[in-house]
């Protein structure tokens, strides 16, 4: 090799060198299985990320880093680029979040969701601020699915959740909810709920049909009630000083990515719900599903207004503002669907 050939492969490999530096593994932890709604969302964001640059996403799902509260603090730290995290726990963290938790205040229409959470104001730019006094960057939230009951005995009215200890994520206004809803709230971190239902400690917890089909909570009730109280939120986030280091073209990555993973599980979504219930009936026949008459979700709706109150007393400096925008956001949405 002559000398100016030698210089020359040199500089190649010092500039080989330094794009391989720049090729990042980045780690994202998610509150569910792969195969699960929260690991597909992941799943296409690590697609689109790889298929478009040079770095490589590390997926960890739950039970691989331990419970939701131990991957927060790992998003936190630095130790996780990305965690997915539902605001049933983060609520504890960012009081204002609990606001998904007031009954009947999200709709069941899938479409209008879909427009809410990709249009909210108060999503995309009321809660990122509150996020981030957590050390967070709020990249997005999305709905996983109506939320139902799964309990032992068969519920049609508040008196049936009488001495019923149900489980809720670790949320103070779900307790409160839940309270209102007539039952004893017993908040517990996911990987202890089976278990407690199986050995009885609890006789009821609520979940999207999707989760109850996947984690085989029919295993351990014999009953589903569907009162049309919530839809499960989920909120993605960044670790802040990890997202404000990266350059401009990394941060654009990033959002177009999560962008695409929003839209893609919207639509994977599509008739998830009722392709769940009839994957348990045939799992469990004997299983129960009741869908609640306006008259009979008439005594859970009325307790909506005694939450929205305390999550005004709880939900941090911001409430009032949060909900009202939150409310105006869904009028927009309801108004165009
Ligand atoms: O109930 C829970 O704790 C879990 N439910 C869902 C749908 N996702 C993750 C969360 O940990």
Redesign the pocket.
């Known amino acids: 090799m002559t000398y100016r050939n030698l210089i020359t492969a040199s500089a190649l490999a010092l500039i080989a060198g330094a794009s391989a530096a720049s090729a990042d593994t980045w780690r994202y932890a998610f509150?569910?299985a792969m195969e699960?709604?929260?690991g597909k969302f992941a799943q296409k964001f690590k697609e689109e990320i790889e298929a478009n640059s040079d770095h490589e996403i590390q997926l960890f799902p739950?039970g691989t880093l331990g419970e939701?509260a131990d991957t927060m603090e790992q998003a936190q730290s630095g130790i996780l680029q990305f965690v997915d995290q539902?605001p049933?726990?983060t609520g504890a963290l960012i009081p204002e979040a609990q606001v998904f938790f007031v009954p009947y205040l999200l709709p069941q229409d899938e479409e209008q969701l879909a427009s809410f959470f990709k249009n909210s104001k108060a999503i995309n730019e009321m809660f990122p601020p509150l996020y981030e006094e957590q050390g967070l960057k709020l990249l997005t939230m999305f709905p996983?699915g109506e939320v139902m009951m799964t309990t032992t005995e068969p519920v049609t009215e508040p008196t049936d959740l009488n001495e019923v200890k149900f489980r809720v994520?670790t949320n103070p206004l779900l307790v409160e909810s839940y309270q209102a809803f007539g039952a004893t709230p017993t908040p517990l971190?996911?990987g202890e709920?089976y278990g407690a239902l199986q050995t009885g400690i609890i006789q009821g917890?609520e979940?999207?049909a999707f989760?109850i089909e996947s984690t085989k909570m029919y295993e351990v009730t014999d009953h589903i009630t569907r009162l049309g109280h919530n839809n499960?939120t989920?909120a993605v986030m960044a670790n802040l000083d990890f997202y404000e280091g990266l350059g401009e073209e990394d941060q654009t990555l990033i959002d177009d990515a999560i962008n695409v993973a929003f839209d893609y599980i919207i639509e994977y979504q599509q008739g998830l719900t009722e392709e769940s219930l009839e994957k348990i009936m045939e799992a469990k026949p004997s299983m129960t599903i009741t869908t609640l008459t306006e008259k009979q979700r008439q005594p859970f709706m009325e307790t909506a207004d005694d939450v929205e109150a305390e999550f005004l007393e709880i939900g941090g400096d911001q409430a009032q503002e949060i909900l009202d925008q939150l409310k105006a956001d869904l009028e927009a949405a309801a108004a165009e669907s």
């Open positions: 509150e569910e699960e709604v929260q739950f939701s539902s049933g726990f996983e994520m971190p996911w709920v917890q979940n999207p989760f499960f989920t």
